[in-house]
């Protein structure tokens, strides 16, 4: 069942008896371009390992200078919110491609400062701090995406919960690293201090019971897609592209005849794309995997995404990816149908015009189940065209 085939895998942390991994270099999705017919270009040229050197030599120099090319996009990436972003421009804004980054970097570090987990001081975690003593002003970002994830929760039948915080520490992602399983009892425990519908909003201020806490880990990147996407627009930019670690949207067109295109991933094998998917101005996608972040213990490999109604991690799906009118929807929606699984996110979609989903079910072999109006936008390689499903 669990078959996995990457090797170069990095190791943030190895303690005697424990491994805690991090796929960092798999990012799901990829941008690509018309002429890349299967992986990227890098990827190909790459894992060719018959090729001889001179020939290899040749190529890497011919994708340089395609790279350099005026004619096409051009990408700068860099670190941000603990995974790798980047800004893409179409042609006609290479020059400023420098500023459009300054642009989305400001807001992504901006976010971070309210949002993040991580930092001590930022609204999130002084929500937790005053748990159960008192309502705190939060920002006005914070409170919309607040009210977000509980509309998410609500629409995703309580899959999708941001006060998974606590199950999300005892698993040990995002904090204690553990050795083994925890105990049910402490599992149960926790499950206590899970529903996002106890999160009090009102008047500009947030409120959390005693104990609970959040988490915006499946929702914050989107949120900071859209407002980056947002930003750019303002400053005059008329065709580029966001990534914030598989969070993706675009804005216009990549070239005058060509939408911007999305390479897939293959959840069992990181240098392979399974197909593309097309996205006209204005939409998102985002995927949401069981091979980008997760903890082994005694030999298994753990999810990062817990069902919040068992409080354990998800097992059955390797990769979901949603494609939506906005980068908060997508982000949410990915993770939530990843809890929910294929045929209950079935229902949920029914009530979500200009969203479409695609779902990697984790056995071997790969299969990709679509949703009708994903069948449109979603070109298999050649030779994944037998692996589609129709959802
Ligand atoms: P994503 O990669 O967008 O699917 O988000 C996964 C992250 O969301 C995890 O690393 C946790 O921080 C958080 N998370 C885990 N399980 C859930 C859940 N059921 N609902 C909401 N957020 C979750
Ligand atoms: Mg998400």
């Given at each position: 069942m669990h078959r996995y085939s990457w090797?170069?895998?990095?190791?943030l942390r190895a303690e005697p008896g424990l491994q805690r991994v991090l796929?960092?270099?798999?990012?799901?999705l990829v941008f690509m371009t018309s002429?890349?017919?299967?992986?990227?270009r890098i990827l190909r040229l790459i894992s060719?390992?018959?090729?001889f050197l001179p020939l290899l030599l040749s190529l890497l120099i011919q994708l340089a200078m395609s790279s350099c090319s005026p004619r096409q996009p051009a990408t700068q990436s860099f670190h941000s919110m603990g995974t790798m972003a980047s800004v893409t421009v179409a042609a006609g804004y290479r020059e400023r491609l420098p500023q459009s980054a300054e642009v989305v970097r400001a807001v992504f570090r901006r976010i971070e400062s309210e949002?993040?987990?991580?930092?001590?001081?930022?609204e999130i975690s002084r929500l937790a701090e005053a748990a159960g003593r008192s309502p705190l002003k939060l920002s006005a970002e914070t409170y919309r995406v607040l009210e977000l994830s509980k509309e998410y929760g609500e629409l995703t039948l309580g899959a999708?919960?941001?006060?998974v915080a606590p199950l999300v520490r005892l698993w040990g992602f995002g904090g204690q690293a553990r050795h083994n399983t925890p105990a049910p009892e402490l599992i149960q425990e926790r499950l206590r201090?899970?529903?996002?519908?106890?999160?009090e909003l009102s008047e500009g201020t947030g409120f959390l019971p005693a104990g609970m806490s959040v988490d915006l880990g499946g929702i914050g990147k989107g949120y900071a897609v859209d407002l980056a996407y947002e930003a750019l627009r303002r400053s005059g930019f008329g065709a580029a592209m966001v990534d914030l670690g598989g969070n993706i949207r675009v804005l216009g067109r990549a070239e005058p005849e060509e939408n911007w295109m999305i390479g897939v991933r293959n959840p069992f094998d990181?240098?392979?794309?399974?197909g593309k998917i097309s996205l006209i101005d204005g939409m998102a996608v985002a995927t949401s995997g069981n091979y980008e972040r997760f903890v082994e213990m005694s030999g298994r490999r753990y999810s990062h995404i817990i069902d919040p109604r068992t409080g354990y991690p998800v097992e059955g799906m390797a990769g979901v990816t949603v494609i939506s009118l906005n980068a908060t929807i997508a982000d949410a929606l990915s993770t939530g149908f990843f809890v929910l699984g294929r045929d209950p996110s079935r229902d949920v979609l029914r009530?979500?015009?200009?969203t479409e989903v695609l779902f990697i079910p984790d056995r071997d072999p790969v299969e990709i189940w679509l949703t009708p109006g994903m069948v449109r936008l979603f070109s298999p390689l050649p030779e994944f065209a037998s692996s589609v499903r129709n959802l």
């Amino acid at each position: 069942m669990h078959r996995y085939s990457w090797a170069p895998i990095a190791r943030l942390r190895a303690e005697p008896g424990l491994q805690r991994v991090l796929l960092r270099s798999a990012r799901p999705l990829v941008f690509m371009t018309s002429s890349d017919g299967g992986r990227p270009r890098i990827l190909r040229l790459i894992s060719r390992k018959t090729v001889f050197l001179p020939l290899l030599l040749s190529l890497l120099i011919q994708l340089a200078m395609s790279s350099c090319s005026p004619r096409q996009p051009a990408t700068q990436s860099f670190h941000s919110m603990g995974t790798m972003a980047s800004v893409t421009v179409a042609a006609g804004y290479r020059e400023r491609l420098p500023q459009s980054a300054e642009v989305v970097r400001a807001v992504f570090r901006r976010i971070e400062s309210e949002l993040s987990t991580y930092q001590r001081d930022s609204e999130i975690s002084r929500l937790a701090e005053a748990a159960g003593r008192s309502p705190l002003k939060l920002s006005a970002e914070t409170y919309r995406v607040l009210e977000l994830s509980k509309e998410y929760g609500e629409l995703t039948l309580g899959a999708f919960d941001v006060t998974v915080a606590p199950l999300v520490r005892l698993w040990g992602f995002g904090g204690q690293a553990r050795h083994n399983t925890p105990a049910p009892e402490l599992i149960q425990e926790r499950l206590r201090l899970v529903d996002f519908r106890k999160i009090e909003l009102s008047e500009g201020t947030g409120f959390l019971p005693a104990g609970m806490s959040v988490d915006l880990g499946g929702i914050g990147k989107g949120y900071a897609v859209d407002l980056a996407y947002e930003a750019l627009r303002r400053s005059g930019f008329g065709a580029a592209m966001v990534d914030l670690g598989g969070n993706i949207r675009v804005l216009g067109r990549a070239e005058p005849e060509e939408n911007w295109m999305i390479g897939v991933r293959n959840p069992f094998d990181k240098e392979q794309v399974l197909g593309k998917i097309s996205l006209i101005d204005g939409m998102a996608v985002a995927t949401s995997g069981n091979y980008e972040r997760f903890v082994e213990m005694s030999g298994r490999r753990y999810s990062h995404i817990i069902d919040p109604r068992t409080g354990y991690p998800v097992e059955g799906m390797a990769g979901v990816t949603v494609i939506s009118l906005n980068a908060t929807i997508a982000d949410a929606l990915s993770t939530g149908f990843f809890v929910l699984g294929r045929d209950p996110s079935r229902d949920v979609l029914r009530k979500l015009p200009g969203t479409e989903v695609l779902f990697i079910p984790d056995r071997d072999p790969v299969e990709i189940w679509l949703t009708p109006g994903m069948v449109r936008l979603f070109s298999p390689l050649p030779e994944f065209a037998s692996s589609v499903r129709n959802l």
